[in-house]
């Protein structure tokens, strides 16, 4: 076969057949060592993906691919390849958009997918314990039933798991309000190098010595599996109250959502778009052009109803018109569309989103370098962006980028990375909001940590001494 | 002399002089080997220590006390340390109460307060940046002066600092607003073990690998020493509104707390206290019986009021009894009064507080076992509890005990927290809400973190090879 081989399994043909052979007498059907499911655990979203791949290169090829059903199963598993000494990498609904779920060593590729229980719901303490494996979209419909919201939605909802929201540190789009996934998660079961299980004790909070669970959220299956969770949900809101605003310019834009936000207003949703891309997005329900911003309250009446007076003013104030509901109604009804990003690949153009976050203090010139170091990458065509997610002390910065490079797409999109990224670090931006790190923002994590990589090495040595939990990423 | 030490000095005579002569060359006068120093830098408010104190016992008598000026000072200092083999005990205001600063093995303290810097306060951003040794109160009163407030405001906020909040995973009592400290962090500067500086990237949220700062928050100086910290301060509130109220019973309180948080309404003062504790610190000002709960209500005018209205209409529907201003006017005029205690203690009392969490549904048989289990221990005159701070999800207990056992008053003592601690673990609950862990609590955090034990272990041993930082602490 003469396929070539971004990332080529590194394990030893007879060590592989032997594990193989134990995995079978463990699960029996659900182990596969097709091309085609080997194939398909082999990657997740990335686009430089799929610019290898229209050149018929293939991003990785696991040698094996195992569906455990419970967290028993997980344990022999681990201890299996731990005797073994074949990684492991631990998978959910593959959705990530940088290759954190990428194989690069080969070894198996544990899909978690039918570990998809709600354990517990309750009611009470409005927690719900469910099985990493489960999709977001099955936890939030039934949720819904009965009366609950995770308040976890990301675009990406009807395609990952709550263990890879976790393992990837994610965010939801309502999170102005609801926050981001470290702070939902009351509770984790986790599966050790070593072949334990822990199983944290849930509690509102506690100060039993260092945050250990928090070094398990974003960890992307570095150091251990993540077979269950403990969420914080919320009951349904009451009222619901959707606005939108254009302003003069951006800054304003930006100093408004600062105010609101400091003067303790929590939009659920908050997002402002710059000219640009207000007008390719909302261009069908926003008459004036410049920056939009979206608001959408939710709660309880009362706090709802003040929230929006106080949301409303401030915006007035500084110099924004109001354009209604609308905007706000298209964007709930279309953003888990994907559609135009699939003609626009037919169209043979790069692709790409970058997003990072900064204080308030930076986060404009962070946008302006940022925004203006891809336009200048030659091949560009378009490059805008929105702030997405608000914090008292800053906010998210999300950029999308096409570009129609010609026959260098690799180098094109190699270069937009390297763009903004250092256009990122030179303006006191962190690399990454939501997204984590996988292999596409690794090669920047030494810059974003400084001497906390060494501190990352030293946890990743001491929790996975034989390096087989998704082993090369995070560049330690 | 024959004083009897609980913790005496390990290190040799001969390694400390050499070590004592070259932190001379390095602070001149700001090393001290006075058996006075000694003594005060050896202990906390650690309730265990009067115990042994009357009994003519000496906790812990450290070889030297440093007090370093910088972060390069306290860098000069580790490596000195790391050179000698000397263990370091950092040291804040001292104001633990759980032994956790106390130096077990002898060798340096390094007491922190002269490094008391504001080095940048940020408007726009709403962070400021001090040094880790600032007093809480100078910070607070510097931040009111110029219209903020931290926001955390522990009892004891002009003892305690900045660092120690945050090596001990401190709360102050507004925080059912305002957030435990370890959501106040945007960024610290640590040095660390091995003899350098970790400065973090200050960002409102990132998702760059594992929640690496996390595990410094709660470390107790095991980990590294906190030299500098950025936090997230706010504007001083534009009202104030303050309410009582009397519930037929504690459960009825709880459940109306419970479903204010859960329907967003967040007052920044929430206390409810057990009948025996109001009528003990409230009879003065409310002549009805009853538990109480307190309500202080701050911020944005508009969302004050909502939040009151809600608050208020949901608290008259579980049966309560409005109570007005004052019990909670008298809270604030006599939290940080500690006159009480002194006195009692003349009297020969053994005294102590023990704070614990659980989820709502756990909360009240926790309180339960944990009061009765105090109450059963001989000796014991009172024990009575509040609820001190609340989330969405469950509250914390925080329990009072006075005894009079006669003799053996170390033994009563340890009774009474072996009777609370075995309850709270059997009844779910988490050992500790945010006193931290100290020496009191360790033999009870295996139970609390199972596997979690091993992996804090592995931890300790990856960033501390020689385990010279606050050594013997958390039983690893």
């Known amino acids: 076969m003469s396929t070539e081989f971004i990332f080529p399994s590194l394990q030893h043909p007879e060590a592989i057949s032997s594990f193989v052979e134990a995995c079978r007498d463990l699960l029996g059907d659900r182990v596969s060592t097709s091309p085609e499911d080997r194939l398909k655990a082999g990657k997740d979203w990335w686009p430089r993906a799929w610019l290898w791949d229209a050149r018929g290169k293939v991003l990785s090829f696991p040698d094996v691919v195992v569906w455990p059903e419970s967290t028993e199963e997980v344990v022999a598993l681990v201890r299996l390849a731990s005797q073994h000494r074949i990684p492991i990498t631990p998978r959910g ?14 070894g198996v590729v544990m899909d978690l997918t039918r570990m998809r229980r709600i354990r517990e719901l309750h009611e009470e303490d409005l927690l719900v314990t469910v099985e990493a494996g489960i999709l977001g979209i099955t936890l939030e419909e039934e949720l819904n039933r009965q009366g609950f919201t995770c308040g976890h939605i990301p675009q990406s909802l009807a395609l990952s798991t709550v263990g890879g929201w976790i393992a990837a540190r994610s965010i939801g789009e309502f999170s102005t309000k609801y926050g981001p996934i470290e702070g939902m998660v009351a509770g984790l079961e986790v599966v050790l190098p070593w072949g334990e299980i822990w199983r944290t004790r849930v509690a509102p909070r506690t100060a039993t010595g260092p945050g250990l669970m928090d070094l398990f959220v974003g960890a992307e299956g570095t150091l251990g599996i993540i077979t269950a969770a403990t969420l914080r949900i919320r009951r349904l809101p009451e009222m619901r109250r959707m606005r939108s605003f254009t302003f003069p310019d951006l800054a304003k834009g930006i100093t408004a959502v600062r105010e609101m936000i400091q003067r303790g207003v929590l939009p659920a949703v908050c997002r ?25 309250f939710e709660g309880e009446s009362r706090l709802v109803l003040a929230e929006d007076s106080v949301g409303t003013e ?10 209604g509901e609308e905007p706000m109604q298209h964007w709930l009804k279309t953003r888990f569309d994907v559609s135009e990003v699939e003609a626009l690949l037919k169209q043979g153009a790069v692709l790409d989103t970058i997003e990072v976050a900064a204080t308030y203090s930076r986060i404009l010139p962070l946008y302006d370098a940022v925004v203006g170091a891809i336009q200048a990458v030659p091949g560009t065509v378009v490059a805008f962006g929105h702030f997405s997610h608000f914090y008292p002390d800053g906010a998210c910065l999300y950029v999308s980028l096409a570009g129609f490079p010609g026959e260098d797409r690799e180098g094109y999109h190699q270069r937009c990375w390297e763009a903004a990224m250092h256009a990122c670090l030179a303006r006191g931006g962190t690399i990454s909001h939501h997204h984590g790190i996988g292999l596409q923002k690794a090669p920047w994590l030494g810059q974003e940590l400084g001497e906390g990589l060494e501190i990352l090495r030293r946890i990743k040595r001491a929790i996975d001494p034989h390096e087989l939990f998704n082993p090369g990423k995070f560049g330690v």
Do not use: N, W
């Not at 593959?94 to 080969?106: E, I, K, T």
């Open 314 to 323: 401030i915006c007035l104030d500084h110099g924004a018109q109001e354009t």
């Open 93 to 106: 609904g593959g959705s990530g958009v940088l290759g954190g779920a990428v194989p690069v060593r080969g």
């Open 272 to 296: 402002l778009y710059d000219e640009m891309e207000a007008a390719y997005r909302f261009s069908s329900v926003v008459r004036k052009g410049g920056p939009l911003l979206l608001l959408l």
